[in-house]
């Protein structure tokens, strides 16, 4: 003869396990095992979260002020459940894939929960964090030597400008509006770029261009090289030479730094670069802002 059912109490545990737990065929509750945390004989206390590490994460509590990035890879250490390195890294992947579909939703004017994005910024730290940490590796050390890097590159936070202290008409403009024209002539595509500079003043930017092969691949459009190089590295040789721009103050650098060996340089970089299709579509009509 079948056994009775344990009777159930209407203690906070019982409720979650009316919840969880299957019923036979009779729709009759089933008793929980002894060892199950809801049976009546079990405290009431839950226990923590077992992890792999046997962490105890009811001893974890956050720090009040500020952390050290050694502090946070310390405590964030105390919650690896065991995941692969894989898995570690395909997991910052897509906590940042997920911040640049809020960027994407800014652009396309819609207003994405501000807190989305802190949240992915911090799950991206806690993937790094556990990632530093199976690797034997210290995040903050890797920071410092990231920060002595940048600050060694970009001029301890102030980017270094070649033109400084030289005349505004022997340097790279500092302001403009650039325009990518596309037009048709002849069946041909053809690109004239134009500038209207800080003074207001519209210029033509060298010929036109086409995309000089048979394979139209956008090389018409590689100017955008060259300004880019202007805007992120102040330094493009070939944009001094089609704005008469060149430092002829200095003969060291007209000669050097802006002769044709340096254009010649800078042209072969963007060949490089151009090997990809550099078709910006509509978007090179737009103005862009030097």
Do not use: C
């Not at 405590?75 to 894939?97: C, N, Y």
């Not at 530093?132 to 270094?160: C, H, M, S």
């Amino acid at each position: 003869m079948a056994k009775s059912p344990v009777p159930l109490s209407t203690s906070t545990p019982v409720t979650l396990a009316r919840k969880v737990i299957r019923h036979n065929k009779q729709d009759k509750p089933v008793a929980p095992s002894p060892g199950h945390p809801s049976h009546p004989g079990a405290s009431n206390k839950r226990s923590p979260l077992t992890l792999k590490n046997s962490a105890d994460l009811s001893m974890v509590a956050v720090p009040k002020g500020e952390i050290t990035f050694a502090q946070y890879a310390s405590l964030a250490g105390r919650t690896d459940m065991g995941a692969s390195l894989r898995d570690l890294v395909l997991g910052a992947q897509k906590q940042i894939g997920s911040l640049a579909g809020s960027l994407q939703e800014q652009q396309l004017g819609m207003m994405p929960e501000p807190s989305r994005a802190a949240r992915d910024i911090g799950s991206t730290y806690w993937y790094l964090a556990l990632l530093t940490k199976r690797l034997g590796l210290d995040l903050g050390e890797i920071l410092k030597q990231n920060l002595a890097y940048n600050l060694d590159r970009w001029g301890n936070g102030v980017p270094f400008v070649y033109d400084m202290g030289l005349p505004a008409l022997q340097s790279l403009p500092g302001r403009g509006r650039w325009y990518f024209l596309q037009y048709e002539e002849a069946d041909h595509l053809y690109v004239q770029v134009t500038v209207k500079d800080e003074f207001g003043d519209d210029h033509l930017v060298g010929d036109r261009l086409t995309d000089n092969t048979v394979r139209k691949d956008g090389y018409r459009f590689h100017d955008v090289h060259h300004l880019s190089h202007a805007v992120y590295l102040s330094w493009s040789p070939t944009l001094r030479s089609v704005l008469h721009r060149k430092r002829k103050v200095h003969w060291e650098l007209d000669n050097n730094e802006d002769g044709a060996r340096a254009t010649q340089a800078e042209e072969h970089i963007t060949n490089l670069r151009s090997r990809e299709p550099v078709l910006i579509s509509l978007r090179a009509m737009y103005p862009v802002r030097l």
